[in-house]
Nanobody, 124 residues
Framework: QVQLVESGGGSVLAGGSLKLACAVS????????MAWYRQAPGKEREVVSRIKTDGSTIYAEGAQGRFIISQDNAKNTLYLQMNSLKTEDTAMYYCAAHRAGSSCAEDIRFYSYWGQGTQVTVSS
C-alpha cells in the first residue's frame, strides 16, 4: 500500500520560510519523478515544482528563485524548501507520485498517488 505523508506546513509571516516534507512508503514508480502541487481555496490545484529521476528540477514561475525541491532517496522523502514566502503562497500543499508501471507523464491527471496535504498560511 502506497502512502504519501506531508508535513512541515504552518503559519508564517510574509518573508518567512518553511520546509515541507513528503514521506513515501510503498511501491511508487521509481522511474518517474515526483511533484509538489498546491491548491488555494476556490482555485484549481496547480503545480509548484517537479523533480525528475536524474535530479533535474522544474519550477512554476511564481516559485522560481524562492523554492527548492529536493529528494533524499535513502529516506524516501521529498522536500520543498520555501523561502521569501508571500501571502499568495497560502494554500494546501500536496506531494504527488506515479504508480509503478504507469506513464510518467507530467500532468496532474497522471499522478496516481497524493498525500493528504499540509496547510501553508502566509500572513502580512
Amino acid at each position: 500500500q502506497v502512502q504519501l505523508v506531508e508535513s512541515g506546513g504552518g503559519s508564517v509571516l510574509a518573508g518567512g520560510s518553511l520546509k515541507l516534507a513528503c514521506a513515501v512508503s510503498g511501491n511508487i514508480a521509481e522511474t518517474c519523478g515526483m511533484a509538489w502541487y498546491r491548491q488555494a481555496p476556490g482555485k484549481e490545484r496547480e503545480v509548484v515544482s517537479r523533480i525528475k529521476t536524474d535530479g533535474s528540477t522544474i519550477y512554476a514561475e511564481g516559485a522560481q528563485g524562492r523554492f527548492i525541491i529536493s529528494q533524499d532517496n535513502a529516506k524516501n522523502t521529498l522536500y520543498l524548501q520555501m523561502n521569501s514566502l508571500k501571502t499568495e503562497d497560502t494554500a494546501m500543499y500536496y506531494c504527488a507520485a506515479h504508480r509503478a508501471g504507469s506513464s510518467c507523464a507530467e500532468d496532474i491527471r497522471f499522478y496516481s498517488y497524493w498525500g493528504q496535504g499540509t496547510q501553508v498560511t502566509v500572513s502580512s
